[in-house]
């Protein structure tokens, strides 16, 4: 139940634009401090992994793999997305919460790299 509540969660930050949701939105918001919590899809490849992996480490923001590409995607209103990135702490503390009461995300608040 926590997991799909977790899904409507993120939704609920990309209407209140307070998530960034792609690729290169994710890794600027990441890079400009913005990012508050990083949910990458479990099914994105080795390179993008680590790119983000090394990102989060270097910028010290929690990175959580959780879903896959096609769950994120239409969390957000899209086909597929590889990452989102929580840009408001509350936003960021109920996912978190979330996530860790369902189980549902692997290297939880770890950032270390591949």
Known sequence: ???QRAVQWIGLAVRARKAAVGADAVLRAIQSNRARLVLMAADVGANMAKKYRDKCAYYQVPLCVAFDKRTLGG???KAETAAVA???QGFAAKMQ??????????????????
């Open 1 to 3: 139940m926590n997991g």
């Open 75 to 77: 969390a957000c209103g």
């Open 86 to 88: 929580l840009l408001d």
């Open 97 to 114: 919460e979330y996530l860790k009461e369902s189980g549902g995300g692997e290297a939880f608040g770890e950032t270390s790299s591949i």
